[in-house]
């Protein structure tokens, strides 16, 4: 009986992350759909970019998908540039934080903001630590035999990809500085360097992954890390455009008088 | 004359152009590098133009002639430069590669011939 019972836990397992991702985007829409009837108004937009990250993150989590990232590298290639790049990206736009301190009632709402000021999410939320944070997780993860762990261990399988989730949304917040309020005032320039950074890293890693042939140890073969390694290179190239053509269509959303220059000498010779 | 700046950063995006396919080989942190500042040059362009054109700053005769000049120099130094002189790589291997390689520099020049032809009426415009 309890064995049965046991067995039926494991086979619902897998849809846990699923159930999760569902959860989220249904009170994520109740939120939205609340917050327009009072008046207050929420772009559909920051709905519909909502949408498609939850639709991105349950094509990922859906339990064949997770299964055929388990056994091949090229499936968990795809799986970590959806998961870590494409879907975070999606939901940073939809302003979810801003959501939710319009939502929660007052006293709620202050505690969220102050935790959002506190010293840990201060740091965590710097441009450079969340880079490290995603691309230092990812030559961690890559160049030792954490993969080959993760293979194995269900526990570590489920922070890696939590992880990536995690570490991709904190980067796209961090790069862009909203439309969540940031808790750091960076200048564009220092934004964009952070992810000029990042591309290069990336690139890097996925360089070294395709000569020296990691991850190792794990039974993978050459020309499918070689595949996953092209994959990553070239998929992260698009995940890094798209965000930085997000940060710089929030930049010219603002109007001129505020706007930041970006090329110092356009703006001097622009000055009448 | 915020045209010479799109002269000189059009010659840049070109001229991350030529290293993006240049190097196929693996393992060279130069070439993230320079991948990454490719890319990102590209994007930041597109977005510099669109915030001139809407500061009704831009000047697109200059910047045509710079788009020209940037894609015709950079196609010129990688067929004289890089392919001859310093034999990086190749247009393609095992074959006579003397049409090849005067059919990108020939084009690279025509390009060129644009340019400068867009240059020459852009200080024409400003001066009348």
């Known amino acids: 009986m309890t064995e049965h019972a046991h067995a039926e836990a494991g086979a619902l397992l897998p849809w846990l992350p699923l159930t999760l991702v ?5 009170c994520y829409l109740l939120a939205a759909g609340w917050q327009r009837q009072l008046g207050n108004g929420w772009s559909p937009w920051r709905s519909a970019f909502f949408i498609l990250g939850s639709l991105l993150l349950a094509k990922a989590l859906a339990p064949p998908v997770m299964a ?3 056994h091949d590298l090229y499936g968990h290639m795809a ?7 494409l879907a975070p990206l999606a939901w940073v736009l939809a302003a979810p934080v801003t959501l939710l301190l319009r939502t929660l009632p007052q006293a709620a709402s202050r505690r969220v903001a102050s935790l959002l000021k506190s010293l ?8 450079l630590s969340a880079l490290t944070l995603n691309i230092g997780g990812m030559y961690l993860l890559y160049l030792t035999p954490l993969y080959a762990v993760s293979l194995h261990n269900a526990l570590v399988h489920y922070w890696v990809h939590l992880h990536f989730l995690l570490a991709g949304y904190l980067f796209c917040w961090a790069i862009l500085a909203g439309p969540d309020p940031s808790p750091h005032r960076l200048s564009l320039r220092f934004r964009l360097g952070v992810l000029f950074l990042s591309m290069a890293t990336h690139a890097l890693l996925g360089k070294l992954m395709y000569g020296y042939h990691w991850p190792r140890g794990t039974g993978h073969s050459v020309e499918e890390i070689q595949a996953a390694a092209q994959l990553m290179y070239y998929g992260g190239d698009l995940a890094e455009v798209l965000l930085a053509v997000a940060l710089l269509v929030m930049w010219l ?3 001129h008088s505020r706007r930041e220059p970006l090329w110092p000498k356009l703006i001097e010779r622009r000055a009448p | 004359m915020a045209g010479i700046d799109e002269i000189v950063f059009h010659q840049l995006l070109q001229w991350h152009h030529f290293f993006d396919h240049a190097t196929p080989t693996i393992g060279i942190v130069s070439d993230g590098l320079l991948h990454a500042a490719e890319l990102l040059a590209i994007v930041i362009g597109a977005f510099l133009l669109i915030d001139l054109a809407q500061h ?3 000047a697109a005769h200059w910047a045509w002639s710079g788009f020209f000049l940037g894609m015709g120099g950079f196609q010129f130094f990688d067929g004289i430069v890089s392919h001859k002189l310093l034999r990086i790589h190749q247009i393609r291997y095992e074959v006579n590669l003397f049409y090849y390689d005067l059919t990108w520099n020939l084009s690279a020049l ?8 867009l240059y020459r009426r852009a200080r024409q415009l400003d001066r009348g």
């Open chain 1, 22 to 26: 569902v959860l989220i985007t249904v």
């Open chain 1, 68 to 70: 055929w990232a388990h």
């Open chain 1, 79 to 85: 799986l970590h540039l959806v998961m870590g790049m």
């Open chain 1, 120 to 127: 840990p999410v201060r740091v965590v939320s710097h441009p």
């Open chain 1, 253 to 255: 959303r603002t109007p």
């Open chain 2, 56 to 58: 009704r700053k831009l």
């Open chain 2, 110 to 117: 025509a390009l060129l011939m644009v340019g400068v032809w």
